[in-house]
């Protein structure tokens, strides 16, 4: 009887140093994605991070080179369904607004680029797409979840941060004002 309490005590502390290390994980986390969330809250209203990155053509997309356009920046991975939905629209409002000044990079945050040209060949897109990595991630506050989409001025102030799958009424109405009320 003496044993198997010390048994059941043994299985007690172990089970109760496994939850105090998971609540150590989980408030770690929390605390790491709240300040991704809140140094990506603190962009908007500041100057959008500059970066220059090859594009799958081999072409430099450098965000400077659009100063004066309104662009929307989108964070995507190949493996996210909400991306590949979006993306395709993207490429249609980079197509309509385009005389209006308005532009869209795609940065894709996958490994492979020839998996990513094969998904840009799958969706017919004509945006430019560069690869990100985890550094432009960073100068972005941190991108965690896809997809993560900034909206820029003419000014190159971020004017707007969507997480996750756009509602595209909302975000092209705000393309929309950006596009009118921006001075060019």
Excluded at 50 to 66: I, K, M
Excluded at 86 to 91: A, G, I, N, Q, V
Aim: aromatic share 8%.
């Amino acid at each position: 009887m003496l044993v198997l309490k010390s048994a059941t005590i043994s299985q007690r502390w172990r089970l109760a140093r496994r939850r105090h290390i998971l609540c150590a994980v989980f408030l770690i986390a929390s605390l790491l994605s709240a300040n991704a969330a809140s140094t990506s809250k603190v962009l908007i209203g500041r100057k959008a991070p500059e970066f220059a990155r090859e594009d799958l053509r081999g072409e430099t997309v450098d965000l400077a080179r659009y100063r004066g356009k309104v662009v929307l920046l989108n964070f995507w991975a190949t493996w996210c369904a909400p991306c590949r939905a979006e993306l395709p629209r993207f490429d249609h409002w980079q197509a309509e607004f385009k005389a209006e000044g308005f532009q869209v990079i795609a940065v894709a945050m996958d490994d492979d680029p020839a998996l990513v040209r094969n998904v840009v060949g799958k969706l017919h897109l004509t945006l430019p797409v560069v690869m990100g990595d985890a550094q432009l991630g960073d100068l972005y506050g941190g991108v965690f979840g896809f997809p993560v989409s900034y909206l820029i001025g003419r000014d190159e102030v971020v004017r707007n941060r969507f997480a996750g799958e756009t509602r595209p009424d909302q975000l092209k109405q705000e393309i929309r004002i950006l596009l009118t009320t921006s001075p060019r």
